[in-house]
């Protein structure tokens, strides 16, 4: 089995990224682009195109770096553990779906675009919030030359800032991927949807009537794919939060004092705050080993190990970040403490893709019948 | 510096041998680790495989060559007990020996202690022990109240140490007692000794443990004399030589001898006997309850495999980079027990036997659960290395 391999481009990814996410993000701008409306800020946005971020997986041949999705995941840490919310998710899986699912002519018109600072998304939830890719309502019939959609998709991150939305539909008997340009939206197309995490700006995107061009379904359906790159992801995004939340219980234990003493001496915090520390610290091995498994392309073992990380993560920070409120005490009941921004990321990553039942229940077969091991 | 094709030809090497000398089973159940040995036979079974396996070179091999070790690089001794765990042959008895008082004695021994002990520790001739724990202070180390008085030029011991596993076959004991009252603190007072066993007053008493099984003693001092060269460290340093001692046991520093110092357990032997065991008519595998709990097992094994991988690139240090290391046996060991328990229900009302012939695999996974505790209570509980964490390495103030 593989275990850990990093990589000296991770690693210089490592140092920029951290720098950046610290310099950039700070809770304070955090809350004030929360209080905007506006959890995406174009300067900072054209500031990691120009770091080479949205071209990671990009193939130099269109203007990218030509590496794997393991050298995305120092980026997703530290943004998770800055809760710095951007388009960067939405992107690098709209990358991941035109890469293994589109025809060279697709990827030749909008690889280049999105590795150079055009926004991308993928929309592939909808209302019933199932996390089986392929069960979806949203269709599309051919009249002639044009593909004539209907349904709706929901939680689609950042589709009002984006060029284009890859949205998995079903279409004469198969669900099948197809590639929007925002304007061919109509004008009502897109609302704003509310979310637990308000760093994400997330919508409600209508298909009801819109009209595309025969060629812009995608010849391939590798939902899969896409699945492991949102796994790998928010699993990384997962781990920087855990570090994150973690950073403020100590800071509060460390002075907040009830009876005399500072909280962080009673065990009954101290306990559970260790075990959110050695949580935080299986999290990145398992996402940096599920990292190093994705690059090596075994598929197989890929999916055990993605999964792993994305029950492990999704666990261990949604209760961190609800012991981070807890310990806070009544200052953690309110809006100001920065325990609920952790919560609602952690709320948000839980159930984005699969929470910790959903790939258990999947782990089950791979590891108890068909004896992967561990 | 060593190739890696010179450690690939010495892991072939070392796989050969252990598949051609491991023992045969001895027909009695072995114990798991060095604490759980309860008879002579035993006991004597596993001193001659240490023994074997320190003659064939596969033990203390990055000590130095001139105190009886291998002088070689360590990179072969993770090979030759990666090899030994891969065999699944019997732990090496010494385990305090080889992982406490070894690297103690190598780090700040005399030549005279180097050359009087090493050889001995790494041969099993010389059985170790440890006196650290007393009855009415368990984790409590530093208020250790054994006393040890210099009359001449030899020290009285009086008191007692519990725990005191291999006590009835022990040669030395590393031992902690007071040898002052006064100071400015508990730690103070503390002196550290490398005992002789068979000094007269010293009475090792075996411990019936949970299991109903012995393999613990607890150590009577009665005006034990031993010879006042048998202070290890200044007096009062004890504390300190104490916490070294205990770096080693924890894994954070290195200089073990290396070879195991258990029988190797993993989730995947809880798993295979899932698919054995019943629960309801049908293998317990098959209960979607039990599956869940075997998966998240699985998870946190993992985890706690990988976090040792990640612990070897700096670079992927979190930002507590002491949280690996420090939190090693707290995993382990909790890990462990938790695997035991889950194999215990695993199976059906028979989860409710025990030792006997006619229970599953003979009641060695009830054996098991009992005996995982000593790991989560001995060498500091569990609730200790929390605090220990949470102090040390996350900054948080003393309870």
Redesign the interface.
Same mark, same amino acid.
């Given at each position: 089995m593989a275990a850990i391999n990093f990589s000296e481009e991770q690693a210089m990814l490592l140092d920029t990224a951290r720098e950046f996410c610290r310099n950039k993000s700070a809770i304070p701008v955090v809350r004030e682009r929360i209080a905007e409306g506006a959890p995406y800020d174009a300067t900072l946005w054209q500031e990691m195109a120009d770091l080479g971020w949205l071209g990671i997986t990009v193939p130099e041949a269109h203007g990218g770096l030509g590496l794997t999705l393991a050298e995305t995941v120092p980026i997703a840490e530290s943004m998770g553990q800055h809760l710095l919310g951007s388009p960067f998710l939405a992107t690098t899986l709209a990358i991941q779906a035109l890469l293994t699912s589109g025809s060279a002519a697709q990827q030749e018109r909008w690889l280049p675009e999105l590795a150079s600072g055009a926004i991308g998304t993928v929309a592939l939830t909808e209302e019933d919030g199932n996390w089986q890719l392929g069960d979806v309502e949203a269709a599309g019939s051919l009249h002639g030359d044009e593909l004539v959609l209907s349904g709706r998709k929901s939680q689609v991150l950042d589709a009002d800032a984006a060029a284009l939305l890859i949205v998995s539909i079903q279409f004469e008997g198969a669900t099948r991927l197809a590639l929007i340009e925002r304007g061919q939206l109509g004008p009502d197309g897109v609302r704003r949807q509310v979310v637990i995490d308000e760093t994400r700006a997330s919508y409600a995107v209508s298909l009801d009537g819109v009209r595309i061009a025969a060629d812009q379904l995608l010849p391939e359906c590798n939902l899969a794919a896409v699945e492991r790159a949102a796994l790998l992801l928010i699993s990384a995004e997962t781990a920087g939060g855990l570090a994150g939340v973690l950073h403020t219980i100590v800071e509060y234990l460390n002075t907040r004092k009830q009876f005399d003493r500072l909280i962080g001496s009673y065990q009954a915090l101290k306990h559970p705050t260790v075990d959110i520390l050695l949580e935080q610290e299986a999290a990145k091995s398992l996402v940096y080993h599920a990292a190093s498994v994705v690059a090596a392309g075994d598929d197989a073992t890929a999916d055990v190990a993605l999964r792993m990380a994305k029950a492990q993560g999704s666990k261990a920070f949604a209760y961190a970040g609800d012991r981070a409120v807890q310990f806070h005490g009544g200052f953690g009941f309110t809006y100001e403490c920065d325990a609920q921004l952790f919560l609602r990321r952690a709320v948000w990553c839980q159930h984005q893709f699969g929470d910790e039942r959903h790939h258990r229940q999947l782990l089950a077969p791979a590891l108890l019948d068909e004896g992967v091991g561990v | 510096m060593t190739t890696a094709q010179e450690l690939a030809e010495f892991e072939r090497e070392a796989d050969a041998w252990f598949a051609e000398n491991k023992p045969a089973d001895p027909g009695f159940i072995l114990p798991e680790t060095f604490m759980e040995v309860g008879t002579d036979r035993q006991f004597d079974f596993l001193r001659d495989w240490q023994r074997k396996v320190y003659e064939a070179g596969f033990v203390g091999m990055a000590w130095p060559k001139e105190y009886g070790g291998g002088g070689v690089e360590q990179a072969f001794q993770d090979v030759a007990t990666r090899a030994m765990a891969r065999h699944r042959v019997p732990f090496l008895p010494n385990t305090i020996g080889l992982n406490w008082a070894g690297p103690l004695i190598l780090n700040m021994g005399s030549d005279v202690d180097k050359a009087r002990y090493i050889k001995g520790i790494l041969s099993a001739e010389d059985i170790w022990c440890q006196g650290f724990s007393e009855p009415d202070h368990g984790s409590d180390l530093g208020n250790s109240q054994c006393r040890a008085v210099k009359d001449g030029d030899e020290y009285v011991i009086n008191g007692s140490k519990i725990w005191t596993s291999l006590g009835a076959y022990a040669r030395y004991m590393i031992l902690l007692a007071r040898t002052s009252t006064e100071g400015p603190n508990k730690y103070a007072g503390l002196s550290f000794f490398l005992v002789p066993m068979d000094a007269p007053g010293i009475d090792p008493q075996p411990i019936k443990k949970l299991t109903g099984e012995y393999g613990f003693c607890q150590t009577y001092f009665d005006d034990a004399r031993i010879p006042a060269t048998s202070l290890f460290g200044g007096e009062g340093e004890g504390w300190k030589v104490a916490m070294l001692t205990l770096t080693f046991e924890r894994g954070a520093t290195g200089g073990q001898a290396g070879g195991l110092s258990s029988m190797d357990m993993?989730? /995947?032997d809880v #798993?295979e006997l *899932?698919r054995r065991a019943r629960r309801n008519g049908r293998p317990a595998?098959e209960d979607p309850l039990i %599956? +869940?709990e !075997?998966? $998240?097992l =699985?998870? $946190?094994? %993992?985890?706690?495999? =990988? =976090?040792g991988? %990640?612990a070897g690139?700096p *670079? @992927?240090q979190? +930002?507590?980079p002491a949280? #690996?290391a420090m939190?090693g046996k !707290? %995993?382990g060991s909790e890990l462990k027990r938790r695997m035991c328990k889950l194999a215990v229900s695993l199976q059906g009302a028979n989860g409710a036997r025990f030792v006997a012939a006619d229970a599953i695999d003979g009641g060695m996974w009830q054996r098991s659960y009992f005996n995982a505790f000593s790991a989560t209570i001995g060498g500091g509980t569990s609730?200790i290395q929390? /605090?220990i @964490?949470? $102090?040390r #390495? !996350?900054? @948080?103030?003393? +309870?």
């Open positions: - | 993993s989730v /995947n #798993v *899932a595998v %599956r +869940d !075997l998966v $998240e =699985m998870i $946190e094994a %993992r985890g706690h495999q =990988m =976090m991988v %990640r690139i *670079a @992927l979190s +930002d507590w949280a #690996v939190s !707290l %995993r609730q929390k /605090n @964490l949470g $102090e #390495v !996350l900054g @948080l103030p003393k +309870d």
